[in-house]
């Protein structure tokens, strides 16, 4: 088949350079259309399910909402997890489907379920969140004004920006966070209803019965029809004061009698600051699953330029966060790391061939192997990201064109003059085709465990290994079609002859005497191979682990939790004074800072008004003057924030942030997730596990969630009394209804719509000896106070209940600053178990992304010996002697060694990207170690002495050998030496790939020949 493919190549030269042409234009075409992003979408299939019910405290929006929609909800078929979280007036429950499943199944099974809760009166209906993953939150932008109110900001955001930007193709949804939503309020006051004898209740009846336009079909008169229509639908506020409640001696009273009627908001649970110059309205544009974030970010971004074109000249909207300066800065160091890297081994080659021509035909590779794999990645849905195209090593992509060339320019320089070029090129070409296209073969096996990693850990590698086996495919047929065409074209006889390079006769000149050193003394040789491979084992055990490296984003989160009693007032006072402290203390490093306090309209990240989140934006870093790295960036910013009282605080990234809390429900590195019921217990534990986790070293800004201590006003109604006066329980809570707002209809200004509600004036509601004192009306007429038929207590309350798994939850979160993720949460564990005691029906389970690393190093330590295994059957199946495929396999650990210690003296810990660099290290060590073999049985089967055989084949094998490790690891160096942003997540792989290469290269120049010559081919042969 090989040799067919070959030789049709040869004979159809014009068809082949023709569809190389093809594959170029192509391949840009594809590159075109690629969807880019910075980073692989790591989030899981989940659906968000939101109930609102603005006044409940959380354990009654947890008995009322939560828990009957989990029970809707147990039993759907492929979910994973469900978890839930109730805060004051928000209901979430999430859902998280197994790897596959589709999005929009998955909401539809979600929608089906909920069609069927069943909720208390008055409730409103459990909505779906947006079709979004967890780094679907691409744009964020204010709009503000200086003259405006911030009830005037959020209309124009709601009516007029929104629906625009809605429109923009790929947005799932456009959210609003902070500004206020107006309402029209009805304020009652008590001691007018009082005078008429009335009670909120006939208010309340009122105002749903005189608000309504209904249709009356259609009369028929004279042969025509007249639609009818009932207009009473209230428009504005002098329509709401002309309700009429009851008539009294013939005198209608009227809401205007015992209420004004003013424009108000809705009761806030969330808050937005900016720059420390006050609140504004953020808008977010969340990105629809499946779609390019950066083609929507740059969509969204033009929009909002065409939609302030329409707004009113004192109001602005400015863009503060856009995912496309994250891409752009990623895919600017893939691109820096991609050309450098090809530039590089283009160097290299034209230095080891001494032949420009043959240098050129080798290159030419690199760029068709590219748009090769661009085709593919296009045609299988991968998009173009720092872990997809940033895994690309254009010295594995060259390395069989290598061989092939260089081989073909030596057959041509020993070839006796009547033979014919192309003859000889395609023998050149026979030659190696074998040992070359197995190569490449076993690098595709060894990255096949990363295609059977699960959840996160697969979401991220998979398109890596996809890509490499992609690229890896179009330089095998290219080196089995077109490079024997352009060899056939550029090599000729002349140039063939020409004297090898001088770098490589020199190296010839001083590998010679060291080669025959190491064949002299074949123990001392084997004996420090041991050793070396005994010290790096002793090396990995002193190596840290993480799951992949922190990848710098260029913007910063600090969440911050203040005392669970703070009110929203004093929360955005406290935001507005780290952003003036950030803006002061670090202008030459922060560009933009916003806080998001609380909850935003549409619940994506449910927060209580004691937590935000303050956002920074960085300058590029060559205008740092405080620090150098982010590290020390936020190491100062700490320091400067450390004397803001009452309040604690962790520093993330808002992709770090959000992945973490989807994928885990936690916000830190390592999450301890503590289960039981009673709520006290939990928080007392979590209190202790705090203290043993705070004294680990390594941890940093160690915090436990905060889920008591909210003071809550409970009236209780004492029904003896009721029962005594005759007063039904309704009257008593429509009352305690009208302390936040009871909403009773909604109010039509043209195309816009506002809720209508009725509260209780501003004096009762914040006094709870004024708010006893409100009438209830009897049946009897008499007024009783509420303090006679209920009672009036202040007691303290759970601020959130979470839940997972049937289970009330509390986290104590972590992240790990200068220590390795894996030995921190093995000290963690440890001391735990010898420090806590939980009592009886309570468990702890970590979380976070020590998760994911603990799962992906399981199923690795599985699969790799798996794939080992199937390369050891494939260099048997080549070889067909257990002995030679023994030899050539040993240079895998041999390559491993160097990885470890290449790790170690960069002080990097292991990860899943440096088991990558492992994986890759496992195919491609092995190239060159396959070439000698080959070249040492063919030297074998024309008779000579294996001492001969073995120095030969190591001298006329050198400069392939030398070539094949030099393009691999030089086409690493840019990613193991970049400093860009995204640069950490490669460094460990490209890192472990060049210290693997310089030792297996010893390995294969001088250990291998000294294997063979001990265990001898006579023993090769008798083991066939």
Do not use: C
Request: hydrophobic share 50%; net charge neutral.
């Amino acid at each position: 088949m090989l040799t067919w493919l070959i030789d049709a190549s040869l004979r159809h030269r014009g068809v082949v350079l023709g569809g190389a042409l093809a594959l170029i234009v192509s391949g840009v075409l594809a590159f075109r259309e690629l969807p880019l992003d910075a980073f692989p979408d790591t989030t899981p299939t989940q659906v968000q399910v939101n109930a609102v019910a603005p006044a409940l405290t959380p354990v009654e929006v947890e008995r009322q909402l939560t828990l009957p929609i989990e029970q809707s909800l147990a039993g759907l078929p492929r979910v994973r997890e469900l978890r839930s979280l109730s805060k004051f007036g928000l209901a979430q429950v999430t859902l998280q489907f197994e790897d596959g499943t589709d999005p929009w199944f998955a909401r539809q099974q979600v929608a089906e379920r909920l069609g069927r809760v069943e909720l208390p009166a008055g409730l409103s209906r459990p909505t779906l969140g947006p079709v979004a993953t967890g780094l679907g939150e691409i744009f964020h932008y204010l709009v503000k004004s200086r003259t405006r109110s911030l009830a005037e900001l959020r209309t124009l955001h709601d009516w007029l920006i929104a629906p625009r930007l809605r429109g923009v193709p790929g947005v799932a949804e456009v959210n609003a966070w902070g500004g206020e939503e107006k309402q029209w309020h009805v304020v009652v006051e008590p001691q007018r209803l009082q005078q008429f004898n009335l009670s909120l209740g006939d208010v309340y009846r009122a105002l749903e019965a005189n608000n309504a336009n209904v249709g009356g079909g259609v009369v028929e008169r004279g042969g025509g029809a007249r639609l009818v229509l009932g207009v009473a639908a209230l428009e504005d506020g002098e329509d709401i004061e002309q309700v009429v409640i009851a008539a009294r001696n013939g005198v209608p009273v009227r809401i205007r009698d015992v209420a004004r009627v003013e424009v108000g908001g809705e009761i806030r649970r969330g808050a937005t600051t900016a720059d420390g110059e006050g609140e504004a309205v953020l808008g977010l544009g969340f990105l629809l699953v499946g779609e390019n974030s950066h083609t929507v970010t740059k969509a969204l971004a033009q929009r909002l330029e065409e939609v302030q074109r329409s707004l009113p000249g004192d109001v602005q909207v400015e863009p503060v966060y856009e995912r496309t300066e994250l891409v752009d800065q990623v895919l600017r160091t893939v691109r820096t790391n991609l050309f450098e890297g090809a530039l590089l081994v283009i160097a290299v080659l034209f230095v080891a061939l001494g032949h420009w021509r043959a240098g050129l035909i080798v290159a030419a590779a690199i760029p068709l192997s590219l748009l090769f794999a661009f085709n593919a990645m296009l045609s299988f849905g991968i998009a173009g990201t720092l872990m997809s195209l940033g895994a690309i090593d254009f010295g594995l992509v060259v390395d069989s064109s290598v061989i092939l060339v260089e081989n073909a320019e030596r057959r041509l320089a020993e070839a006796p003059p009547d033979h014919e070029p192309l003859r000889v090129i395609r023998d050149a070409a026979l030659e190696v085709r074998k040992p070359t296209l197995f190569g490449e073969l076993i690098i595709a096996v060894v990255y096949l465990p990363l295609l059977t990693l699960e959840g996160v850990e697969g979401r991220l590698f998979r398109p890596m290994a996809l890509t490499v086996l992609f690229a890896l495919l179009g330089s095998a047929l290219l080196s089995l079609t077109l490079m024997p065409v352009l060899a056939s074209f550029a090599l000729k006889r002349g140039a063939g002859a020409r004297r090898k390079p001088r770098l490589i006769l020199l190296l010839e000149r001083g590998y010679r005497p060291v080669l025959d050193g190491a064949l002299a003394h074949p123990r001392t040789v084997l004996a420090g191979a041991g050793l070396l491979g005994v010290g790096a084992l002793v090396a990995a055990t002193q190596l840290g682990s993480e799951f992949v490296p922190r990848l710098s984003e260029g913007t910063l989160v600090i969440n911050t939790v203040r005392l669970a009693e703070v009110s929203l007032t004093e929360s955005i006072r406290y935001g507005g004074r780290i952003e003036k402290v950030l803006r002061e203390k670090f202008p030459h490093e922060v560009k933009r800072v916003w806080t998001r306090t609380g909850t935003a309209e549409i619940a994506t990240d449910a927060m209580g008004i004691e937590l935000s989140d303050v956002f920074i934006t960085l300058k590029p870093r060559e205008e740092w003057k405080r620090a150098e790295t982010q590290e020390e960036l936020v190491a100062e910013m700490k320091a400067e924030l450390a004397d803001l009282p009452g309040m604690r605080m962790a520093f993330l990234q808002p992709i770090e942030m959000r992945v973490n809390e989807m994928i885990a429900g936690v916000r830190g590195d390592v999450g301890i997730k503590l289960f039981g019921d009673d709520l006290d217990v939990l928080e007392a534990k979590a209190r202790e596990m705090e203290a043993v986790v705070r004294a680990i070293p390594g941890a940093a800004d160690v915090t436990v969630e905060q889920v008591t201590g909210q003071p809550v006003l409970q009236v209780t109604v004492d029904r003896a009394a009721i029962a005594r006066h005759g007063i039904p329980a309704r009257e008593v809570l429509d009352v305690v209804e009208a302390v936040g707002t009871r909403r009773v209809g909604e109010v039509r200004e043209g195309e816009r719509r506002f809720p209508l509600a009725v509260r209780l004036a501003r004096e009762y509601r914040e006094e709870p000896a004024r708010l006893a004192t409100v009438p209830v009306t009897a049946p009897s007429g008499e007024r009783v106070p509420l303090g006679r038929l209920a009672t009036l207590r202040e007691v303290s309350g759970p601020t959130t209940i979470q839940r997972e798994g049937g289970q009330r939850r509390l986290v104590i979160q972590a992240n790990v600053r200068g220590r390795d993720l894996g030995g921190f949460v093995d000290e963690v564990r440890r001391t735990l178990e010898e420090k806590v005691e939980l009592p009886t029906g309570y468990s702890v389970r970590f979380g976070g992304q020590f998760e994911h690393l603990e799962r992906a190093r399981a199923r690795l330590l599985i699969v790799v010996p798996l794939a080992l295994a199937l390369v050891f059957t494939l260099l048997y199946v080549t070889y067909r002697r257990v002995l030679d495929a023994l030899r050539i396999l040993a240079s895998v650990p041999f390559a491993w060694v160097g990885g470890v210690l290449a790790l170690l003296v960069r002080g990097l810990p292991f990860s899943i990207s440096a088991a990558v660099g492992f994986i890759a290290l496992s195919g491609v060590s092995v190239l060159g170690d396959m070439v000698l073999v080959s070249r040492v049985r063919q030297l074998l089967e024309r008779g000579l002495p294996l001492a001969e055989a073995l120095r030969e084949a190591a001298l006329s094998r050198l400069r392939p050998v030398l070539m094949t490790a030099a393009v691999a690891a030089i086409g690493f160096l840019p990613m193991a030496l970049n400093t860009g942003v995204g640069a950490e997540v490669q460094r460990p792989l490209a890192t472990v790939v060049i210290g693997g290469l310089l030792s297996s290269t010893v390995l294969t120049l001088l250990v291998l020949p000294v294997l063979y010559s001990v265990f001898g081919a006579g023993r090769a042969r008798a083991d066939r």
